[in-house]
């Protein structure tokens, strides 16, 4: 075969070139303008359900491994598991107090239990293995100090958790649970 002859391009032809070239390039960045969106937080999903019974002279906490983010996904870097504890003046013979059901209520009483509750483990991953039985969390909150001070019998035990995911980012508090310990 032989070579196709090369004919010059006339000024013409060079400004339709240079102009569909143009068009070509605008239009590759033509699109939708949207709101800027923030990255997705990757938060771990609240712990529950979380029991709660008297096993001699301690109170156990028993609640999933955390293992899933708030969107529903697998947690990857968790970095530790928060158990806090609410001590509450309680009249002789009066039972636990049910956990509020609407979500205004439930919200306001998690609000005064971060206030008030002080933690009884700070557990970082490598302490996890410890206290873990099959998929569950296993926590032992002895009541010694509250036998020593006479407070058994006149105090509710409030109890909730919550999981980090690398250092910082924490997950929203496990529903609260409570007892009346046991002389």
């Known amino acids: 075969p032989r070579p196709l002859p090369v004919r010059p391009v006339s000024p013409a032809g060079r400004l339709r ?5 143009l068009a070509a ?3 590759a960045g033509c699109g939708r303008k949207i709101a800027p969106e923030a990255p997705l937080l990757v938060i771990p999903a609240r712990p529950e359900p979380l029991r709660v019974t008297q096993e001699g002279g301690d109170v156990v906490l028993r609640f999933p491994f955390p293992s899933k983010t708030v969107q529903g996904s697998p947690l ?6 928060t158990v806090l504890r609410e001590v509450v003046p309680a ?8 956990p509020a059901t609407e979500t205004a209520e439930r919200e ?9 509750a002080g933690t009884i483990r700070d557990l970082p991953r490598e302490e996890l293995d410890a206290v873990t039985v099959g998929s569950e969390l296993v926590v032992r909150d002895p ?24 250092g910082k980012l924490v997950s929203p508090l496990s529903p ?8």
């Not at 306001?108 to 206030?115: A, D, G, H, N, P």
């Open 176 to 183: 609260l649970v409570s007892i009346v310990p046991n002389v």
């Open 17 to 21: 070139l240079a102009l569909l070239l």
């Open 25 to 27: 390039a605008l239009a």
């Open 108 to 116: 306001r009483e998690e609000k005064l239990f971060r206030q008030r």
């Open 76 to 81: 990857t870097n968790l970095t530790r598991v």
């Open 143 to 166: 009541m010694l100090s509250l036998f020593l001070e006479k407070r058994l019998g006149r105090v509710f035990l409030r109890y909730g958790v919550t999981a980090t995911r690398d």
């Open 91 to 98: 009249p002789a013979g009066a039972r636990a107090p049910v």
